[in-house]
Every structure is written in C-alpha cells, then in structure tokens.
C-alpha cells in the first residue's frame, strides 16, 4: 500500500488510533504515518502517509490549515476544551454584541504570538507538557510567531460563538479560542472543532473510517487514495524513462534534459524548487530539488 489518504477523523479518536487502524488494514509490516495532529475532540481532515510515502510527510507540513470551531464563552478549562476541567465561569451580564465580537476578532488576523496550551504535545526540558498538566504541574511556555489569514464569524448565539479560521501551521485554537474570551474579559473553551482543510487536501474528498474499508473491501487501494499533484500542488511535476528511472534508483544527479515536464514552477522559492518524479506509468518514484547553482536536479526522497 502506498499512498495518501484523506481521512475524516470522528470524534473520541486520537491521530494515533487513525494510524493503527490503517496500520491493520494495509498489513502491519507497512509503514504508516500522519500529518497534523488532531486532539480527540477534534475531527476532520487528517493526511494519512502509507508505505514508502511516509517519506514525505516533512514536504506537507508548511501547508496552511483550515478549521471550523465552536467556543463556549461562559466558561474556561484546563485544557481550553469541553475535556477538561472547568477552571473558572463568567456572568452571562457581560454578554458582547456581535460587532463586538467581529471587532475582537479582526484584532487577531495577522501575524500573532502563542503560547502552547499545557495540554499539548510540546516538550519542555524533554518533557510533554500534557503529562505535566496531569500531574497538575504548570510551567512557563516559550511563545511562538503563528499567522491568522482570516477569522470569519459563522454564528452567535452566546454563550457559542463559531468562527471559521484559515491559519498557518502550528497555531493553536484552542489557545486562539481561549485569547478571543480574554479579550472580552470572558472564556472561551472549545466545544467543537473541525479541521476542514490540510496540506492541500478539503474535507470534501475526506473518507470517514467506514468508508474506507468499504472503498478497500469493495475495489482494493484503488479508490482510497488522494493524488499526490493535490497534496504537493506547490511543486513541480514531471515523467521520466525507464532508463532515468535506472539512475533515479541510485540517487544520481539528473538533468533539466532527462524529464519530461507536466508542470514547472520557475521560482526560487524552496518549496517550489522541488519536483515530483513520475515514471511512465504513472508511479511517483521520487522527490526531487533543482539545485541552483549547478542547474541539476538533485534527489532529496527516492521511493523505489
């Protein structure tokens, strides 16, 4: 099996249990991996590497991410989520209009600093701060540079607010939930959240769990897997021979002469420096990256 999978995660589930699940479908010998943790409350769009492809994992992880979430602003937990333990309640007399919301709410767009909740999976001193946060340990978070594209109001209905987010990777929203509520003087505890969009994959061509064993029970991996152009839209993409397959199969240098392009983006960005190798009959065999000063392409990920 070798592959992408755009999986719907449900709800309850860790990205774990996804990962072994897969993992026992495709035969415990295949390597298998994912792209953007999830929380167990959250579900939607979760990128599932099989085979060989795990190997690339590293190429999605600068994708922005998409998400829908619900907040409660009545109240705050430990673990900014409906999972934790409710930490402090807030009178329903402070309740803000919705021009007030949207107001706080563009204040957050752009770039902006967080701080990792303590349940996360950040390390501190080779520590998880989740294992901290249930010894009932706080610690000082190091904040780190996130960037909010747009944050858009789908409905108010206090004490819920939904909000529709485009963010970089790494942001928190639960920790952008919880600052929204501090801004009002309020809380702001996550009680659902959807990823709807992921390393170029949309919750629209996502499969739930179900839908995936009856897709390989019915027809095999023919219908299980995203195609890699969508999942690596920023990189070039091209076919090669037989006979460069032979030289790709070493790790050799190859030439802008030895392949035959299907889509070049000339840009000296470093994402777009890269280029998705083909043999003729249609299987990816290699990630590439064009060198810029020799002018050669150079093997970074070779899956055969």
């Known amino acids: 099996m070798f592959g992408i999978i755009n999986i719907d995660k449900p709800s309850g589930c860790t990205s774990h249990d996804i990962v072994a699940f897969v993992r026992i479908l495709a035969g415990r010998k295949i390597k ?8 167990p409350l959250a579900t939607g769009v979760l990128p599932v590497f099989t085979g060989k492809c795990t190997r690339l994992i590293q190429y999605i992880a600068l994708d922005n991410k998409e998400y829908i979430f619900t907040a409660d602003l009545s109240f705050k937990t430990d673990s900014a989520d409906i999972d934790g333990k409710v930490i402090e309640r807030f009178s329903s007399t402070a309740e803000p209009t919705e021009d007030e919301l949207k107001d706080v ?50 409905n108010y209905d206090y004490p819920k607010v939904t909000f529709k987010v485009s963010c970089s990777r790494g942001t928190y929203v639960r920790t952008l939930a919880e600052d929204i509520g501090a801004s009002l003087n309020l809380g702001g505890c996550i009680v659902a959240l959807r990823r709807t ?18 897709r390989y029970i019915k027809t095999g991996t023919e219908d299980i897997f995203s195609s890699f152009e969508t999942v690596f839209s920023d990189c ?62 150079a093997a970074e990920k070779v899956l055969l």
């Open 32 to 39: 298998v991996g994912h792209s953007g943790t999830l929380d």
């Open 105 to 154: 709410a563009m204040n957050f767009v752009g770039h902006i600093k967080q701080k990792a909740p303590m349940f996360s999976a950040v390390s501190i001193n080779g520590t998880r701060l989740y294992k901290l946060a249930r010894q009932g340990k706080v610690v000082e978070r190091p904040f780190r540079d996130v960037e909010i594209h747009s944050l858009k109001l789908l």
């Open 197 to 214: 969009y992921s390393g170029g994959l949309s919750e629209k061509t996502s499969i739930t769990p179900f839908e995936l064993i009856s």
């Open 236 to 297: 070039s993409t091209c076919i090669v021979t037989e006979k460069t397959v032979s030289l790709i199969k070493n790790g050799r240098k190859i030439t802008e002469e030895d392949v035959k392009y299907i889509k070049n983006n000339e840009t000296d960005s470093e994402i777009n420096n890269r280029l998705l190798v083909f043999s003729e009959d249609g299987s990816l065999v290699a990630m590439y990256k064009k060198e810029t000063d020799s002018g050669l392409l």
